[in-house]
């Protein structure tokens, strides 16, 4: 596989697990996941994580896997690269994985002192890709095992935190965000 083909195959594949924390924006409010609770007197992930947020996020994530399987093919065709389609298991795996993620970021973020929304380099960026990959790598295996070269893998390692900070400094240049990180 070429470096094209690895870079397209390495953002499909991953888009069900880049699409999530986006999409948990959009739904999140509510009530937080850790109910408002503390421990060593600070709060466990603070009100940014939700359960709707969560939910949404990973739902989202889901159905992004679902509408590439269908059109995996026929894109695959028109690029000239053989793309994935997502079984079931790959697919919750890769969103859910995302969110918690995300998830376990903000719980290290509040043990090591950072507010809600202070900048935590690379973990900020990577945080969703090594839990989405090792939940996907753990319930479909087989599928992880072909799609997740290890070329895919370096490429998924060096354009996350690209896109991840690209896209935020968008988002709040869009006054979607309330910091560019």
């Keep these: 596989m070429n470096l094209v083909a690895t870079v397209v195959v390495a953002f499909w594949a991953m888009l069900p697990a880049y699409v999530p924390n986006n999409a948990a924006v959009l739904f999140g409010g509510g009530a937080p996941i850790d109910g408002g609770r503390t421990w060593g007197g600070r709060r466990v992930l603070g009100d940014g994580k939700t359960w709707r947020g969560t939910a949404g996020g990973t739902a989202t994530g889901v159905v992004v896997a679902f509408a590439l399987s269908a059109v995996a093919p026929t894109v695959g065709e028109l690029v000239g690269v ?24 903000s719980f290290l973020k509040r043990r090591t002192g950072r507010e809600r929304g202070a900048a935590f380099p690379l973990v900020d960026q990577l945080d969703f890709v090594v839990v989405a990959l090792a939940l996907a790598a753990l319930v479909a295996p087989e599928w992880f095992g072909a799609w997740f070269t ?32």
């Design 150 to 181: 290890l070329p895919v893998l370096a490429v998924v390692v060096v354009l996350t935190p690209l896109l991840h900070v690209g896209t935020n400094a968008v988002a709040y240049q869009l006054g979607l965000k309330d910091e560019p990180w």
């Design 82 to 105: 053989e793309l994935p389609a997502f079984p079931l298991a790959a697919a919750v795996a890769l969103a859910f994985g995302a969110m918690l993620g995300d998830v376990l970021a």
